[in-house]
């Protein structure tokens, strides 16, 4: 079986990729910092010493990491993604801008590799139970050549066609947007109720049994209902991160987004504040902050 | 078996007295405007001549209506509900100020009566079905009088108490600002993927399989995926009535709610610009109008 | 002379009662608290012992109140206004509702009375300087008794004429929304100026010398760019107030504001965090909490 | 007497470089459309044939030009700014980036030329009376050796010191955001009290006289009550991009600007609608849109 290549091992990479040892892959991992490759060891993987060895030539290789400018320099350092793959398949996983997928796909077919859009939705607990949605887009047969793999840990496959190899990407983007608006309702009509004399979490749970039974609001609705954000499964100085992309993406757009400014700015304001390591939901202290809570 | 007064035959009140009727209770209905009754006369409901009919001394009325002056209206007529009820049991259903409860509880108190706030989620599909989710607060032993009767259209109760007779009042406004938020969501999210080649239905599909897999998100992400907002199940009017109750409650408790903002300015935009009789997902319009679409 | 009734003596009403004892008037003086009555007696004001005693009947009676409901509660004490004014002319200088100054007007007019809205810009300063701006609606007979009196404390007079009694009213209301937009503004300039190493007076020195050469970004240009809001000249819960009557007459008329609701929020926000009795040119403080300086 | 080059005859740029051929100044200038330096040529400026032919080997350019695109356009082309300039001297007057300009003065320094950022404020009027206000920061030898040539058309100068070459960028953005922010309060408060009857100019009036009594409530005033956005002095378009730059300059230093949000989005909205055309006052109209009118 051929060898692929996984980088980046945060919360959501290393159960991912042990999902593929799992499933019997020969897989090679690389991690920034060595020491979270060590699980993976432990079952079997192989850790690379260098970014260059876990990029298989004419293999796969999957990238999971926190940002632009990380993807960025797997992708173009001296011995990274580029240089190696030769005309193998990179999946790229991340939540990034749909220009730098682009970009990076047209650098990839330069480079006579092939470049496929695969973000997914789903915390950590998601990535541990395998059951992440992959959103597509790029080539069909990329696509075909990826699911089998990827199978290993995806819940669901949702395609968003060839034209636009950033599709998946934009999707990504409006998704996160909708969780976050999600946890600033739930943060303004918690302590709207509580200062009525209501019960936080008695309220959300008639609300996610009923109305709002689905996972963003079960996920987020009982850490908002206990103002309870530590430890993070998603930090919100990444989480802002994200909706500094929709911001921008609007923006080129030309889509006005009064809703994404709004849940901007709590992010902005709570990192600012000193919370950026706490999770995202953290959103929801917003509003207990504005009401002197 | 005891007569149970209806008064209130809109979209939701009339289904709601059908089971009623159909569940074998022997139902004395009333409308402002007769011709609606008819349907529940032909299933053997008896219509009242005047609103005082309906109001059967010592039994049960339960009240659907419009908003807080309508309400108003029906107990404190001449031969309205405070009038004619004795000791009877008071259902009141409607989407109201939490003031308006306690204002009316004490009143019916001081009539000798009985008054207990029952406000529903679901939209008149759900009526039809049976399966309204019952908010209900007051005191103990009129719920246990009052959850025979409602359980003819009822899908689930929840009990919010005997400390507050409003309680189930302010849950309920806290509800509809979820929905008029989630819409939101929807109506910025969708625009934003479509100016970005998505097809805002596909992007839909998705977020109402995974995510969002809940009835608020199912109900009305096709008609703001599709802009399709008529005929209404809930007026556009109506629901910028309920987002000012949301706005006014949370002014008079301190709670700043800037979402709650946005979309009640939505409502009023959309409402000035001529649109108040389309349904309340018409919110999901703004951002495309915004976007000069 | 004709004795003049002055009622209200918070640091605006009395520098405006000491110009027109300064100015040779009759005048006699009436606070809830009797102590802030002192300084006026020092210079020959009579104090009365009751509200009654400050109402002369037939003669000119001046009030300048907090808010509505202490307005409303002058008016209509068992020897307040309306019961002792008989035929004379009562100046209603406070901030209150439009509404509230129509249904007044209209109480006065059945007790045979004459109620004149007089609304003033101006902070107390501008009041000891006698150089307050004051804007009148109502009949004209009662424009031309009143102007020869206010004349003593006024640097201006706007006339919005004789059919709505409100008028004035509602273009105070206009102003004050102008104002805390204004600081609003400043607040989130100066952050950002000085988050990119500005000074903010420096900034602030420049633009109140050129584009806004004004009272209002000189008066409150200084404070914001020091953050130095104490002593209040007018408290922070009262401009939240009268932001709150804003948004009330907005929503009445359909008018959606999202910069009102913007400010009434911040108000609201450094209300609850306990800063209600600052200056309201705190609500420049609100952008440097969000960006956590 | 030193030739100076001028390049960019926009609204601004025009007036501007008459002023300095008044002032005596041997000045070539240069524009895209050679059309638009007639004017100047009728006057006795020399032009350029070619964008390097503006640039003075060792003497002042002044640049004027609508974005940063453009800017860099004239610094890098082959015969730009940077090939052609040598040790002298570059005036770049335009509303750019911050790091803009921190870019080019630093390429500027290694190609051995000079460049300071002298960015102003003042409409077409301002420049043609000469009385336009210069923001400048960079080196003090510049500065010294700007300000005899900028004196021709300049009714004061600030100085932001040496530290941050583009301080006065900064302060720019500043000040056009405090502008836009003027102009949606009075688009609010104009509508809001044209809906309770009181005429918007008689509003204005007031207000410009008083409290407002300062060049940018008196330019945005009238038109804004009047609804008059045509001809534009300085386009909606163009406003649109410097409250984009507002906002990315924000973002970056980690500063929630709520009320730039809002006027950046009315902008968008009025520009997405096929307004960008008309003065950015125009944002006085989006209130009126909003409420129906």
Same mark, same amino acid.
């Given at each position: 079986?051929?060898?692929?290549?996984?980088?980046?091992?945060?919360?959501?990479?290393?159960?991912?990729?042990?999902?593929?040892?799992?499933?019997?892959?020969?897989?090679?991992?690389?991690?920034?910092?060595?020491?979270?490759?060590?699980?993976?060891?432990?079952?079997?993987?192989?850790?690379?010493?260098?970014?260059?060895?876990?990029?298989?030539?004419?293999?796969?290789?999957?990238?999971?990491?926190?940002?632009?400018?990380?993807?960025?320099?797997?992708?173009?350092?001296?011995?990274?993604?580029?240089?190696?793959?030769?005309?193998?398949?990179?999946?790229?996983?991340?939540?990034?801008?749909?220009?730098?997928?682009?970009?990076?796909?047209?650098?990839? %077919?330069?480079?006579?590799?092939?470049?496929?859009?695969?973000?997914?939705?789903?915390?950590?607990?998601?990535?541990?139970?395998?059951?992440?949605?992959?959103?597509?887009?790029?080539?069909?047969?990329?696509?075909?050549?990826?699911?089998?793999?990827?199978?290993?840990?995806?819940?669901?496959?949702?395609?968003?066609?060839?034209?636009?190899?950033? %599709?998946?990407?934009?999707?990504?983007?409006?998704?996160?947007?909708?969780?976050?608006?999600?946890?600033?309702?739930?943060?303004?009509?918690?302590?709207?109720?509580?200062?009525?004399?209501?019960?936080?979490?008695?309220?959300?749970?008639?609300?996610?049994?009923?109305?709002?039974?689905?996972?963003?609001?079960?996920?987020?609705?009982?850490? /908002?209902?206990?103002?309870?954000?530590?430890?993070?499964?998603?930090?919100?100085?990444?989480?802002?991160?994200?909706?500094?992309?929709?911001?921008?993406?609007?923006?080129?757009?030309?889509?006005?987004?009064?809703?994404?400014?709004?849940?901007?700015?709590?992010?902005?304001?709570?990192?600012?504040?000193?919370?950026?390591?706490?999770?995202?939901?953290? /959103?929801?202290?917003? %509003?207990?902050?504005?009401?002197?809570?």
């Amino acid at each position: 079986m051929a060898q692929i290549g996984f980088i980046g091992l945060g919360s959501m990479g290393r159960p991912m990729a042990e999902h593929l040892v799992r499933a019997g892959h020969d897989v090679v991992v690389w991690n920034r910092s060595r020491d979270k490759a060590q699980p993976l060891a432990a079952m079997g993987a192989r850790v690379a010493d260098s970014l260059g060895e876990a990029v298989p030539p004419e293999g796969v290789v999957i990238t999971m990491l926190a940002d632009d400018t990380a993807l960025e320099h797997v992708c173009r350092a001296q011995w990274g993604v580029l240089a190696r793959l030769g005309g193998g398949l990179h999946v790229s996983m991340s939540t990034v801008r749909p220009e730098t997928a682009r970009t990076l796909a047209e650098a990839h %077919a330069e480079a006579g590799a092939r470049y496929l859009a695969a973000p997914v939705f789903g915390r950590p607990d998601m990535a541990e139970a395998g059951k992440l949605i992959v959103c597509l887009s790029g080539a069909t047969a990329d696509k075909d050549a990826a699911r089998p793999v990827l199978q290993a840990f995806a819940g669901g496959f949702y395609d968003y066609g060839e034209t636009d190899v950033a %599709a998946a990407n934009v999707v990504k983007l409006a998704g996160n947007f909708m969780l976050a608006a999600a946890m600033e309702a739930m943060g303004e009509a918690y302590t709207f109720a509580e200062h009525q004399g209501i019960d936080r979490e008695q309220l959300n749970r008639m609300l996610t049994e009923t109305l709002f039974a689905c996972p963003a609001y079960a996920n987020y609705g009982t850490p /908002i209902a206990k103002h309870n954000y530590e430890p993070a499964g998603f930090k919100l100085n990444l989480g802002l991160k994200d909706l500094r992309l929709v911001r921008h993406a609007a923006d080129a757009n030309g889509v006005p987004m009064p809703l994404a400014d709004l849940v901007f700015r709590r992010l902005e304001t709570l990192n600012a504040q000193g919370h950026g390591h706490i999770d995202w939901a953290g /959103i929801g202290r917003g %509003a207990s902050d504005d009401a002197g809570d």
